[in-house]
């Protein structure tokens, strides 16, 4: 389990073709390291910016 101490939208180039809408979290996982993941909203998947 992780715990959530931030959660941000990102939407932004909605006016190209390729537009980016991403909600990012920066959690503590259970090592009590931080990490930040994000959403995708347009592909529907998940990834790690920083661990």
């Known amino acids: 389990m992780a715990l959530v101490r931030e959660e941000w939208r990102v939407v932004d ?3 190209t073709e390729e537009p980016v809408d991403r909600r990012y979290f920066d959690v503590v996982l259970e090592s009590g390291r ?4 994000f959403r995708a909203e347009e ?3 998940w990834f790690s910016q920083r661990a």
Request: glycine share 10%; no cysteine; charged share 20%.
């Open 43 to 45: 592909q529907g998947r």
């Open 13 to 15: 180039r909605w006016w």
């Open 34 to 37: 931080n990490a930040v993941v």
